[in-house]
């Protein structure tokens, strides 16, 4: 079995055929431009600069385009990145295609969705069983193919329902430790927290935000949504309001982009497992490219910390 670009280790040579992920052109210090690429492979990404770029390698080097590079892995500011030392774009005789470096969850579609509709099914409360049934059916689709960010956690083709089904097993958890909170709400709640990405990303290769991602956000698309729901449907009642303050306040506080703070129970033990599982997730992801008494890259989102891998983990 080949291996992927993060099971090279620093000094090891390269040469593979990787996806762009996302190019972006910059100006050196010697006035010259260069593409700052971001190459992935279903293993995971790593970035790699093209010094002296011109515009035909802006052209052939741009996001979604494959390309076979050689190399060598590099430690530089304590992350990973290829030096490149040969690059070419793939060309049609090549037998490489854009799935085969797609970074996917490790469970199928088929068992997610069956699992996100068995939640669902359990839910007493017919307004609130509707409304989400409904916007899931609306949005099935991209639900099921979307990650859930461009970065950070659980970026990789159908990460969205991944994430959404591993915070509803931990809702069904923490509802059996703590009873008085409403199942209904809770698992409402997490299906349809990030659901509005589905409309503020761009799609599950080369992942980027919408003009509505931009001007909007999923929170605000998601309130919306509800509320159309809710039209349609012809319910009204508190329900739909409870359901839009869950979406208005899974991220906690105003500085972390939540317009409202939690109110309401459920909706406070929502942004505990949203946060859980987005750390769990970034956590495995960095601690698989270490080896045991190593520590692994910066993470951005968790305060720029690197996280030790102690010597007796497999």
Same mark, same amino acid.
């Given at each position: 079995?080949?291996?992927?670009?993060?099971?090279? =280790?620093?000094?090891?040579?390269?040469?593979?055929?990787?996806?762009?992920?996302?190019?972006?052109?910059?100006?050196?210090?010697?006035?010259?431009?260069?593409?700052?690429? $971001?190459?992935?492979?279903?293993?995971?990404?790593?970035? *790699?600069?093209?010094?002296?770029?011109?515009?035909?390698?802006?052209?052939?080097?741009?996001?979604?385009?494959?390309?076979?590079?050689?190399?060598?892995?590099?430690?530089?500011?304590?992350?990973?990145?290829?030096?490149?030392?040969?690059?070419?774009?793939?060309?049609?005789?090549?037998?490489?295609?854009?799935? =085969?470096?797609?970074?996917?969850?490790?469970?199928?579609?088929?068992?997610?969705?069956?699992?996100?509709?068995?939640?669902?099914?359990?839910?007493?409360?017919?307004?609130?069983?509707?409304?989400?049934?409904?916007?899931?059916?609306? %949005? &099935? &689709?991209?639900?099921?193919?979307?990650? *859930?960010?461009?970065?950070?956690? %659980?970026?990789?083709?159908?990460?969205?329902?991944?994430?959404?089904?591993?915070?509803?097993?931990?809702?069904?958890?923490?509802?059996?430790?703590?009873?008085?909170? =409403?199942?209904?709400?809770?698992?409402?709640?997490?299906?349809?927290?990030?659901?509005?990405? /589905?409309?503020?990303?761009?799609?599950?290769?080369?992942?980027?935000?919408? $003009?509505?991602?931009?001007?909007?956000?999923?929170?605000?698309?998601?309130?919306?949504?509800?509320?159309?729901?809710?039209?349609?449907?012809?319910?009204?009642?508190?329900? /739909?309001?409870?359901?839009?303050?869950?979406?208005?306040?899974?991220?906690?506080?105003?500085?972390?982009?939540?317009?409202?703070?939690?109110?309401?129970?459920? *909706?406070?033990?929502?942004?505990?497992?949203?946060?859980?599982? *987005?750390?769990?997730?970034?956590?495995?992801?960095?601690? /698989?490219?270490?080896?045991?008494?190593?520590?692994?890259?910066?993470?951005?989102?968790?305060?720029?910390?690197?996280?030790?891998?102690?010597?007796? %983990?497999?």
């Amino acid at each position: 079995m080949n291996r992927g670009i993060l099971q090279f =280790d620093v000094g090891e040579q390269v040469e593979l055929f990787l996806l762009i992920k996302s190019s972006v052109k910059g100006i050196a210090s010697n006035g010259k431009p260069f593409l700052t690429l $971001i190459l992935q492979d279903q293993s995971g990404e790593i970035e *790699a600069k093209l010094w002296d770029a011109s515009e035909e390698d802006v052209k052939n080097y741009a996001a979604q385009n494959i390309v076979k590079v050689s190399g060598d892995v590099q430690n530089y500011r304590g992350r990973s990145q290829l030096r490149i030392r040969q690059i070419r774009p793939a060309s049609p005789a090549d037998p490489v295609k854009i799935s =085969d470096f797609l970074e996917t969850a490790p469970v199928s579609t088929e068992e997610m969705m069956s699992k996100v509709t068995q939640y669902i099914f359990e839910m007493k409360n017919p307004n609130i069983q509707r409304v989400t049934r409904h916007l899931l059916k609306k %949005h &099935q &689709q991209a639900f099921l193919e979307f990650p *859930a960010a461009t970065k950070n956690h %659980h970026e990789f083709v159908s990460g969205l329902a991944y994430h959404v089904v591993s915070m509803l097993d931990l809702a069904k958890m923490i509802s059996g430790l703590y009873p008085s909170l =409403d199942k209904d709400l809770l698992y409402a709640g997490v299906i349809l927290h990030d659901l509005g990405k /589905v409309i503020e990303l761009s799609g599950p290769i080369s992942t980027v935000y919408t $003009i509505e991602g931009n001007l909007l956000g999923h929170i605000t698309i998601m309130v919306n949504e509800i509320g159309k729901a809710a039209d349609e449907l012809g319910i009204s009642g508190e329900e /739909v309001l409870i359901l839009q303050h869950l979406v208005l306040s899974h991220h906690g506080k105003a500085e972390w982009g939540s317009p409202k703070a939690p109110l309401i129970k459920e *909706a406070e033990i929502l942004h505990h497992i949203d946060n859980l599982d *987005a750390k769990m997730n970034m956590l495995d992801r960095a601690l /698989v490219r270490v080896k045991p008494g190593e520590f692994t890259e910066r993470i951005f989102a968790l305060e720029n910390r690197s996280f030790y891998k102690p010597t007796f %983990h497999k």
